[in-house]
């Protein structure tokens, strides 16, 4: 009851309205016959380009490890939910569980009007996956977010970082006393993969927030885009309100290029234009429109900038005009929706 609350808040922080959850949920097999729950809203509108939102369960876990949030998602964005259940391996993207998603994403979209990528997120071994997944396929993620991972891409059969990734944006996130080792199973997997020349021999026995913190120094040595953040006094179970501030803020750096601050504000101008026109005041909803756009072409490098280093984000070149387009294609977006 707590988490679906905060939820509500957050999203009247972002809109200005308190919404109704309404999404459905429909048991699906993927192209290679795995299940995943698919998460939709009351209505689709063929109008609108949705976003595709993956969670991803943890160690042992299912399609219906984590209801709420993914609920959560579908209810209040314009985006469209899955949750599949991964063979074991997933962490490292073993068992083809890479192409298990690809194949969903491939699935939806011959369906529904989907973006070509897709926002991915999870909690341990959720997040193992979340960020390989996307180092090895940038090209379809919009942005993600892993919180409490056991192991992380730092070399070897634990995956490296990818120069192609450094403009996706990317939450990271683990409890200050989780002093846990990585579980017996991704050892023994890891451990059981072919060898390479740069491959360890075995894990270099770090725990969660060891492992955690040397990933973090490869990011910024290598100027990703991200944002990095240890939860004092939390293990490995860190509060869900906070991992959830993470995920929409990677997910709206990714798909709007703005902060959830400023998506707030076009939130409340796009709902005034709505109300105007509802109200035929269409001379005022004309010029509306144009401070609209006006508003979006004015940003700069150096404002949005400014406003990521504030919410401790590293940037680079590439992430700051990721950031300036994604605005412009998201505003363009809505105005052709508003004069629809």
């Known amino acids: 009851m707590m988490k679906s609350l905060r939820w509500l808040l957050l999203l009247f922080f972002l809109n200005g309205t308190i919404p109704f959850l309404f999404s459905s949920v429909e048991k699906m097999k993927c192209p290679m ?71 969903i994403l491939h699935q939806l979209s011959s369906k529904y009007k989907l973006h070509e990528k897709l926002f991915v997120y999870g909690h341990s071994a959720g997040g193992q996956f979340t960020h390989r997944f996307m180092l ?47 579980g017996g199973v991704i050892e023994r997997l890891a451990l059981n993969c072919s060898v390479t020349a740069h491959t360890p021999k075995e894990n270099p026995g770090w725990n969660r927030v060891e492992w955690f913190k040397k990933f973090m120094q490869q990011l910024e040595k290598e100027k990703f885009f991200f944002r990095a953040k240890v939860f004092p006094g939390e293990s490995h179970q860190v509060q869900e309100s906070e991992q959830e501030k993470l995920a929409m803020e990677s997910f709206l750096l990714g798909t709007c290029g703005m902060l959830p601050v400023e ?59 990721q950031c300036l387009r994604a605005a412009e294609e998201f505003v363009n977006e809505e105005i052709n929706f508003l004069q629809k």
């Open 33 to 103: 016959g795995r299940d995943y729950d698919l998460y939709l809203p009351e209505k689709i509108d063929p109008d609108r380009t949705y976003w595709l939102v993956c969670y991803v369960h943890g160690a042992h876990g299912t399609a219906q490890d984590d209801i709420k949030s993914l609920q959560h998602f579908v209810d209040n964005i314009d985006c469209i939910g899955v949750a599949p259940s991964f063979a074991r391996g997933f962490q490292l993207l073993e068992n083809k569980t890479d192409e298990q998603l690809i194949g």
């Open 136 to 182: 090895r396929h940038p090209d379809l993620v919009i942005a993600c977010e892993a919180c409490s991972s056991g192991t992380w891409a730092t070399g070897g059969v634990y995956q490296s970082l990818t120069s192609a990734a450094k403009a996706v944006p990317m939450t990271i996130a683990c409890g200050s006393e989780d002093s846990g080792k990585i």
């Open 263 to 321: 998506r707030a504000t076009y939130d409340a101008a796009i709902a005034t234009i709505k109300k105007n026109s509802a109200d035929k005041n269409f001379e005022l909803v004309k010029s509306e429109l144009q401070q609209l756009r006006h508003d979006v072409d004015s940003r700069s490098k150096e404002t949005v900038c400014a406003a990521l280093l504030v919410q401790d984000w590293h940037v680079n070149e590439a992430a700051l005009d």
